[in-house]
Structures are given as structure tokens and as C-alpha cells.
């Protein structure tokens, strides 16, 4: 007899490849252990963070197995419901070749709605898409209730990326490789999407693509907006974290442009619901934009705020990129 | 279960937050966004606590208490994390200051001093969006906004969802509703959930204080039954305490001409509600049920999304309206005073009673029957102005033609309307006195009441509901079965109108109740408790309206309704 798939995740080790890195076989046993009906599978396309484009390419180069792992996730919880929360100009370029999959899927009683999100940072933010799906205000929701007991609809829900229901495909057809998508932009000379095992070091992705630099330079690597920045000597023995992204900066980038982004970013991307995200990065990116010299005194006490009292994780992850590009960059003392 | 904050130990239920424990305790988390009424929403981020032994800050409104759990609420790192988001949060605040009236008891600004947040260190982002004004009611402000969320629940709570929150980042302000068929139903619960007075009522302080010196006019005061048993709250007092006595006292101190009572005006409304009533009900004269028209708020309610109903509708008006406007007919025409120098201030728990005294269809004579209406905490902060301390205050009596009955006294309350009809109405029906005068079925804070009451030989089925949302589903049960009720009593706000808009900060469930309690122990405790049988509205009915014009009579006892659109 053949091994049901849940443990074939398990044995994969398979996380999810969302950027927050949750063992997958936990989420979907979670869900399958709660009560209520009926449940929900959701795909989650949208990718608002900065940097990655994975899903996309996943999207567009493999929609047959992304559905097939969705439909293996509402076998194992008995369910015939599932949306995929999909960015809305992914969606207007693959529609065709989506619908033909998911008709067929259809016919077999698997129902499928899609729903068009406008990209967003915050639809990384699980209640947040929740709330989207719902029509209601897009923000996050207090948890718990965690969606796996409380999610859509107030119903059991399972969540993943794009990437982890293109792996469970493979985990069921026995071609998962401990691989994963790199998504390599930047100053880089090839940017684009890789798949590659996902033990390397980021130095040595650099060097297989071809895209390591011959300039002097630093990486922000999960995601351009959250991820950790790094430097040179840095690359050798870090691995990828996160949610696939290697940005690549000219050490000639003045600090100023590089926070200018970042916050810029934060600021158009907060959802408004609490005051140290909502302001603070407002106040930010007004802060370095007012001021030639930066006033790192100044953006320290916010960044400290957000990243102890802001009620969600996107918030609070704007220390990581701040602190490390200090840190590992201008060589800064926090 | 026990906690322990700031060392000391406290004893706890399953369940309950920190921050729910500490205010049952006196003990002061500053928090903006958390009302014990409504959803937790944890957006303010001030009521910081920081846990033992592993240094994690966190919110108190969502922090369970668990067996043994340790927290500091004032340590260093809080008090600094606490203050930069009220920085934050309340960045340019101060500078609105001068719109707000709240500045005698105002909670922000006992934070914003204790934290010497200044507002200087931070300058918001201009949403550019102009204050909104809904009707004559109330307003909105969204450059004070602080995105709280608690106007958009209580709307939503009242059944209406008018008010919503808007945009997203920086921008993100309170907004309303753009479906042409939502609208404001002006109960103002929005104003009194508000911490920082973005939303508030549309302020006729400023008129009034001026029309007090005005030597050429008679400036009447009239109190609504509400008032009496909630103000005390603005001047630090326990909820229910009944401060009637000293309330005369003090608005013959700001200059009040006379000092009459909108509880009169309710003995009229209830004489002229329950013999329409008793028409309907005996001899057919109208649709059944037969609902009140008290309540503003209702009454738009019913007119935009429910104009099928109006036919259904009271002819009677409101308490105010008719005090109001027998002041400025009967009492002018005794007193030989020329109406048009009469200025009627009504002191009102409402903001709904606002643009009610605005409608022109209530006019008489070409004069509103209400010249201006003061919140309760309007006319609290009247009194702080002029420095009258409102408990200290020696209690005086009302002046002769506001005298009332009990029965207009527990009009504040929900079921106080219909409890006042039926005391009257037995009397119309059948020719004599009600001896137990209580029906406690129509009593307490449930959103839904219903009874049946024996009178002689007929039964009436009455129901008793407040807030937008019960009254649709009563609606709704009344169309799939006319016969259901013959009477029902509605108010726009929670608990009636001593629970309404224009209410001391804070109102909650609880306090309401205990406001109430005070309303029926007036009551109890008087002799004259049936509107029918009080002196004046006797008199009034009997030696004025009756030898009017049947035209004339109609203009000062009863009103029309009419279909309204969205922000008619």
C-alpha cells in the first residue's frame, strides 16, 4: 500500500515557502483535527512582497501541478472548497490556461473560485487575506483563533503558497528534490527565477547563475521589503530564508536611497489598522526624506515601536532589514 | 484563578483579559480602542505591559490572564514604547483641541500630560478630507481621527453601518458608507464611543451661551428625563445618581428664564399616544401595530429604510416637541409674552433630538417648537464654564408648568414610553384607574421585550425593542404577520435614550443599567405617576387645546412623515 501523503510531507520536511517557513505537515494536520464544516483550501498568489516573483513563474510554468496539489490538500481534508487568492495581473495573464485546469478539476466536483486580489504586502498576512476574501476591511485579525480552526468564513482553513502546493505535487509523485525557487534581482547580470536546491549557500547561487557580481556589493535576501540584508563574507555561509528573494545592491548605494525605498514601501504597503505601523511608517519615510543626513536616533525609537508593539508580523518585521543593513552594512553599533 | 500586576496579587476569571482586570481594579492602562461593549481590536497599542520573568511586551486587551501570570505596567520599556505611540497616535491631536468640547474631562489629555507627549514630535499626514456633518445631528472630523474603529462597530451594532473606515495606510480615516441605501440614523451612539471627539455632536453651546445674555428674550430649559440620572457622572459621581433637584438649581444659575421639564412634555405625548391608540385599537381608526415616534433616530430610520411602515407610525410628536411647543402657544398666550421672544433649550441624552428640532414640518406658527439642544455633555461642560458645581448644588423644584408625572419620568428608559401609555391607556379604554401601576415585563436591557397585557376584556400584544437591528427583525416578523403586536415601543440607542448619543463618556451596557435604575425610583417614589392625571397637561388639554381649531390642535399635538433620501 502506498504511504498517504502527510507523511510523505513529513518526511520531505517541507515548510512553507509563504516566507514564514511553517512546517506544512503541522498546518494541514491542524486543519484536518478541527471540527467545523465545511473547510477550505486557499491558495495564496498574491506576492506583494518586494523582490519575489517565484510564484508567478511557478503560475505560469507548472498550473497543473500547483491545482493537482491543491486538490490532494482537499482530498486529505474532505473538503470540495477552495479559492485561489490570486494577484490580479497574474491572473489576467495565465487566465486562460488556469481555467482549462481547473475546469477539468471541476468537472470531477472540485470547486474552485478565484479570487482577484489587487497585490498587496499585506495579502501575505493570512487573516488579512482572509478578511479580502470576505469583503471586509483588509486588515489582519487577532489570533487565535488561528484560520487551521477559525479561518474563512469562520471555517477550518488551510493556507498555503503557491510553491508548497507545487511541492506537494511532487512529494506525491516522488519528484520532490529538496529544491526550491530563487527569485535573483537587483543589480544582478541574469536576473530571474532559478530552482535549486535548498541547502546552498546564497554565495554559491550567486556563482551557479552566473550572477555574482564583479562589483562590490550586499544582498538582501527572503524578500526585499523584510528580508535580512547581508554582506560579502556574509554569503558564504548563509542559506536562503524566507520567501526565495536575492536582491542585489552596489555598496555605492547611498544609505539614504536604500531606507528611502524600504520605507517608502512600508509606508504605501501598511493596511492602516494600527497606530505604530499606520504612523510610524509614515513618519519614516518623512524623516529621511526632510533630512540629507540620516537621523538614525530618531528612526531607531520607531523602528524599536513597530518592531515590539505593532499588532501584526509585517509590521513588526521592519527591524530585520533596518538593523541588519546597519549592522552588517554601514557597520553601525545598535 | 490569580494574577499578579505590578506584584501585587488579584483574583481573576477564565478568560478575562489583563486590561479587564485591571480596570475592575482601579488599576490605569491607558487604551484608546478598547470598549468593554464592543470587539477587541487592539489597534492603539497603549496598553502596553510588559510579562515576568521574560520581558515580552504586550498588549493587555489581548493578554489572557493565566494562573500566575506576571505583569509590569509601567516599567521603563513600556513607558517609553506607551509613549512614542501615543506620539504617534496622537501626533497634532492637541491642535483640535479648540474644536473639542471635551476638554473638562477629557482622557487624552490626561495622557498626553502624564507622558508629556506634546503632539510636536511628530506632524500627521493632512488626509485632506473636511469634517462631515450628518444632518443636524452630529459630526465627524477624520483629521482627529485615530482609527479606532469604535464608531464603525457601535454603527454597525445599531444596525445601520453608515460609518465605516476608509483607505489604507497613513490615510486611513473614519469615512461613511456610499450605498445609497445606508444612510445616518442621527442616534449619535458614534459620538459617545468615540475617545477622541472626532466624531461628536454638532455643538449649540455657543448659541445658547450667548442667548443667555440676550435681555430681550425669555430662555426657557427643559430637561429630558435622561439627563437627571446620568450628568452626575461628568462630575465624578457613581452612575444613577439622581441629581433632578440640583440640575433646576444650577440652570437657574446660568440664567435660565424659566426651568420647565421635557418630562411634561412626555405626560402630553403619552395623553395623545395612548388615546391614538386606543383608536386604533377599539374602533380601527389607523393601522395596526401602532408603533412610537419618540425617538428621531427611530423615526429616520423608519422614513429612509422602512417607509412602507409610516402609515404605521404614532401621530403623536416627541416630548420635546410638544412642551416645546405648548411653551411657545399655551404658556406664551397666558403669560402674555410674544412667542417669537420665547427661546426654548431643550437638555437632551441625544444627538438625533438635534435635527428633530430642526425639521421644519414641526413648526408652529412659523416658529420651531425648539430653539437649541444641549448634549448631557454639553450642558456638563456649560456648568464646568461657569464653574457650578453641579453635586453640591442645593436642590430646588421644577417651576410650575414643568410640573410631571412619574410616568414621564421613566420615559428615559427603555419600555418607559409604553409603560407610560399603558398607564394612560387603561384609564381611556376603560374609564378607570390602573392601581398597579408597574408592568416590569416592558423593564430592563434586553433589545427585544414583548408581553401581553389584559385590559378588561382585550389583550394587547406589545413588544418593546431598542437599537436599529432588533427593530428590523421586528419589522420583519410583522410583515409575515400583521397580527403579531398591536403596540411597539422603539428607540434608536441601547437601554432607550438614557443609553443615547449624547450621553456622558464613558457608556456601557452596565452603566446604562444602573442609569435606569435611577429613572424607575423616581418614579416609585412619587405620587402623581400617570400622565393623564398630572395638573398642568390637564389644564392644557382641557382650557386651550380643546377650544382650538381642530387645524390648530392637529399643528401642536400630531406630525406627518414623509419617505426620505439619503442625507435628507
Known sequence: ?334 | MEIFINDKKYRCEKGESVLQVAIRNNIKIPHFCYHEDLPIDANCRTCLVETSPKEVIATSCTLKAEQGLKVYTNTPKVRMLRKENLELLLADHKKLCHYCNRGYFCEVIDEIKKYKVKGEKYQRCKAGTKIHKMGDAAEYDPEACIACNKCVEMCQKIGIGFLKLSEKEKKTRISYNLNPKVDCIYCGQCTVHCPVAAVREQSHSENVERILKDKNKIVIAQMAPSIRTSIGEDFGLRPGVDLTGQMFTALRKLGFNKIFDVNMGADITTCVEAKELVERVLHGKGKLPMFTSCCPGWVKYAEFYHPEIIPNLTLARSPQIHSGGAYKTWWAEKEKIDPRKIIVVSIMPCTSKKYEAKLKELKINGLYPVDYVLTTREMAILLKKNKINLPKLKPSKVDSYGIYSGAGAIYGASGGVMESALRSAHYFMTGKELKKVEFKKVRGMQGIKTAKIRIRKKVLKIAVVYTAKNAAAIIEKMKRDPKTYDYIEVMACPGGCIGGGGQPIPTTEKIIAKRIEALYKIDSKMKLRKAHKNPIVKEFFESYIKNLPKKKQEEILYRTYSKKKKFE
Open chain 1, 1 to 334: 500500500m502506498a504511504k498517504p501523503l502527510i507523511n510523505k510531507i513529513e518526511k520531505a520536511g517541507l515548510i512553507g515557502r509563504g516566507g514564514a517557513g511553517f512546517p506544512t505537515a503541522v498546518k494541514w494536520k491542524s486543519v484536518k483535527n478541527a471540527h467545523e464544516k465545511p473547510k477550505y483550501v486557499i491558495c495564496n498568489a498574491s506576492e506583494g512582497e518586494m523582490g519575489v516573483f517565484k510564484d508567478f513563474h511557478i503560475l505560469k510554468n507548472h498550473p497543473e501541478k500547483i491545482i493537482k496539489g491543491m486538490a490532494l490538500a482537499m482530498d486529505y481534508l474532505k473538503t470540495k472548497e477552495a479559492y485561489i487568492n490570486i494577484n490580479a495581473k497574474y491572473y489576467k495573464k495565465l487566465k486562460k490556461r488556469l481555467e482549462k485546469i481547473f475546469n477539468t478539476y471541476r468537472k470531477g466536483g472540485y470547486d474552485f473560485t478565484i479570487f482577484q486580489e489587487h497585490p498587496s504586502y499585506i495579502g501575505g498576512e493570512e487573516t488579512a487575506l482572509l478578511n479580502a476574501i470576505e469583503g471586509k476591511r483588509i486588515e489582519p485579525r487577532l489570533k487565535p483563533p488561528f484560520p487551521s480552526i477559525a479561518g474563512l468564513f469562520g471555517k477550518p482553513t488551510l493556507i498555503n503558497n503557491v510553491e508548497t502546493f507545487y511541492n506537494v505535487a511532487c512529494v506525491a509523485d516522488n519528484t520532490y528534490k529538496q529544491c526550491r525557487f530563487y527569485c535573483i534581482s537587483g543589480k544582478a547580470k541574469k536576473p530571474s527565477t532559478y530552482y535549486l536546491p535548498n541547502n546552498l549557500t546564497i554565495e554559491k547561487i550567486l556563482k551557479i547563475t552566473k550572477n555574482y557580481p564583479k562589483f562590490d556589493f550586499f544582498v538582501q535576501i527572503g524578500g526585499s521589503a523584510s528580508g535580512t540584508v547581508l554582506n560579502k563574507k556574509q554569503i558564504k555561509k548563509n542559506k536562503m530564508i524566507g520567501a526565495g528573494a536575492i536582491e542585489i545592491f552596489s555598496k555605492k548605494l547611498k544609505p539614504r536611497e536604500f531606507l528611502l525605498r524600504l520605507f517608502e514601501f512600508y509606508k504605501n504597503e501598511s493596511c492602516g489598522k494600527c497606530a505604530p505601523c499606520r504612523e510610524g511608517t509614515y513618519q519614516l519615510f518623512k524623516i529621511v526624506k526632510r533630512n540629507k543626513t540620516i537621523q538614525w536616533g530618531k528612526i531607531m525609537e520607531i523602528i524599536d515601536t513597530m518592531e515590539q508593539t505593532a499588532f501584526c508580523g509585517l509590521g513588526r518585521s521592519i527591524d530585520t532589514p533596518v538593523k541588519s543593513y546597519m549592522k552588517n552594512i554601514l557597520k553601525i553599533k545598535i
